[in-house]
């Protein structure tokens, strides 16, 4: 069944737009290089996420008949790498078909996350007093509480929702079903939107989040998320944000790597495992700020 929403190669350009801050002109760069690459699947008759090892060394073989310089096929395929590592660590594909390419590796691809103190600081910005304010907070809250996908918030229905225990349903990829818990900040947050909420948009089945008494849409959380992480001073901040924040913060407070792996709907630890070197890094720096010999 054909993936729905927008095409793969763009929101991997938006990542690099928002969350990397790159230049227009290398952004443009990344866009031709993954157009050959589309046009290399449409004649493979494949989906560009379902491109296997295989098939990429010869899309670089290609390369080199069509007589393009080393420098041009080494951007390439920096290119490629970096576009199946997105893809892998925002879930939409499994395994990453470019392990075994012999071609230079990319900038490392390590996920932005938000500081605690970051996170108090967005989730101060919206306006409570008012419904779109107690729903965006709610949406904050319960992405950053469960780290759900931005699909996963899209399809909340409310009898996905246990206030009581603090538990959410949710329809993750390829159909499968878990149940994430959440904290009472969350809950009260939830509890607070849906009261306000017109009594016929609560039924079991209506969607949770609206626009309009419209489901919301994966344009409109993108939107609304990076408006407000402008409004709190955080640059490049986009829905995936707040998924990578909750799983960084868990291990860095001492979770299990196969738990969080559970909670993210992980098909495989080595996913879950990118998420250890962010730790890695934060113990650096932290070490180097506050070790009064560390320089």
């Given at each position: 069944?054909p ?25 443009a760069?990344?866009a031709?290089?993954?157009?050959r ?5 449409y004649?493979?008759?494949k989906p560009?996420?379902?491109?296997q090892?295989r ?36 879930d939409y594909?499994d395994?990453l078909?470019?392990?075994d ?11 932005t996350f ?7 600081a ?9 419904a ?7 949406i904050l809250?319960l ?14 229905l ?5 206030l009581?225990n ?21 809950a ?23 626009i309009n ?16 992480g ?15 924040t909750?799983?960084?913060h868990?291990?860095?407070?001492g979770a ?7 909670l993210?709907?992980?098909a ?5 495992a ?18 009064p010999?560390a320089?």
């Amino acid at each position: 069944m054909p993936r729905k929403g927008p095409p793969l190669t763009k929101l991997f350009l938006r990542y690099l737009n928002i969350e990397k801050g790159l230049s227009r002109n290398t952004i443009a760069n990344y866009a031709n290089d993954l157009a050959r690459l589309t046009d290399f699947a449409y004649q493979a008759h494949k989906p560009i996420e379902q491109l296997q090892t295989r098939e990429l060394r010869q899309f670089i073989a290609q390369l080199h008949r069509e007589r393009l310089s080393p420098a041009t096929i080494r951007r390439v395929a920096s290119t490629i790498r970096g576009f199946y590592a997105f893809l892998v660590l925002d879930d939409y594909i499994d395994n990453l078909p470019t392990d075994d390419l012999n071609t230079p590796p990319p900038v490392s691809y390590l996920p932005t996350f938000l500081t605690e103190t970051q996170i108090h600081a967005l989730f101060a910005i919206p306006d409570v007093t008012s419904a779109q304010g107690l729903r965006d907070r709610a949406i904050l809250e319960l992405m950053y509480a469960a780290g759900l996908r931005v699909s996963e918030v899209l399809s909340v229905l409310h009898r996905h929702i246990d206030l009581r225990n603090g538990l959410i349903t949710c329809v993750g990829k390829g159909r499968k079903e878990r149940i994430i818990p959440f904290g009472r900040s969350a809950a009260f947050a939830i509890d607070n939107y849906v009261a306000a909420k017109p009594f016929t948009l609560t039924t079991p089945n209506s969607h949770l989040f609206l626009i309009n008494e419209k489901p919301l849409t994966r344009q409109f959380l993108w939107t609304v998320i990076s408006r407000y992480g402008a409004a709190a001073a955080i640059d490049r901040m986009s829905p995936h944000t707040l998924r990578h924040t909750f799983a960084t913060h868990l291990l860095q407070h001492g979770a299990e790597l196969k738990h969080v792996q559970a909670l993210l709907g992980h098909a495989h630890i080595s996913t879950t495992a990118i998420y250890t070197h962010i730790s890695e890094t934060y113990l650096r720096w932290s070490y180097d700020k506050h070790h009064p010999r560390a320089s």
